[in-house]
């Protein structure tokens, strides 16, 4: 899935994730994405948890891993978390939404670290006239937003909060 040399690397930083793999990945049958999704995760909490304080590498993985997912229109209700899939069920689908797929990076960095404070955010971004779910991770950074992979929420200003669901709200009723 990924270029990995497998040296001793004192950056501790994620390696390199190959986008044209990743694209394919997505053509593959829904057991290998679980695979290859599986492996990704192994791989990025070992490097979250040798990141020094500085999560960013592993969240910009998480996003360019997730952006590569095939777009349709709308695959969940943004109104009610009590239908939205779990992340496996994401994976299993193989397409995301504007809203799953912040979901999904929600899922992500749960599944990385338990301990971090994780919400979903269903936000209206008044810069792109749009509305879709971003992961905040830690009250610190946002995925998902169509201002960049990994934003500071300081940089949010153009974002404004409709509705707020913790992760550990959504994972008690998937």
């Given at each position: 899935?990924?270029?990995?040399?497998?040296?001793?690397?004192?950056?501790?930083?994620?390696?390199?994730?190959?986008?044209?793999?990743?694209?394919?990945?997505?053509?593959?049958?829904?057991?290998?994405?679980?695979?290859?999704?599986?492996?990704?995760?192994?791989?990025?909490?070992?490097?979250?948890?040798n990141c020094d304080g500085n999560p960013l590498p592993i969240l910009e993985s998480i996003s360019t891993w997730w952006n590569q997912a095939p777009?349709?229109?709308?695959?969940?209700?943004?109104?009610?978390?009590?239908?939205?899939?779990?992340?496996?069920?994401?994976?299993?689908?193989?397409?995301?939404?504007?809203?799953?797929?912040?979901?999904?990076?929600?899922?992500?960095?749960?599944?990385?670290?338990?301990?971090?404070?994780?919400?979903?955010?269903?936000?209206?971004?008044?810069?792109?006239?749009?509305?879709?779910?971003?992961?905040?991770?830690?009250?610190?950074?946002?995925?998902?937003?169509?201002?960049?992979?990994?934003?500071?929420?300081?940089?949010?200003?153009?974002?404004?909060?409709?509705?707020?669901?913790?992760?550990?709200?959504?994972?008690?009723?998937?």
């Open positions: 899935m990924y270029n990995n040399d497998n040296n001793n690397n004192d950056n501790n930083t994620m390696d390199e994730l190959n986008i044209s793999q990743l694209r394919n990945l997505w053509m593959r049958s829904p057991d290998e994405r679980l695979a290859c999704w599986r492996e990704f995760r192994i791989e990025a909490q070992f490097v979250y948890g777009s349709v229109s709308v695959a969940i209700d943004p109104y009610n978390f009590k239908s939205w899939p779990t992340i496996w069920e994401i994976i299993h689908q193989g397409e995301c939404c504007k809203y799953s797929r912040g979901l999904a990076m929600a899922y992500n960095i749960h599944y990385i670290d338990r301990d971090a404070k994780v919400t979903i955010d269903r936000v209206r971004d008044h810069t792109y006239h749009d509305e879709y779910l971003i992961a905040t991770y830690n009250d610190e950074f946002v995925l998902n937003s169509s201002h960049g992979s990994v934003i500071d929420v300081q940089a949010t200003d153009s974002l404004e909060i409709r509705e707020t669901w913790d992760i550990q709200a959504v994972l008690t009723n998937t």
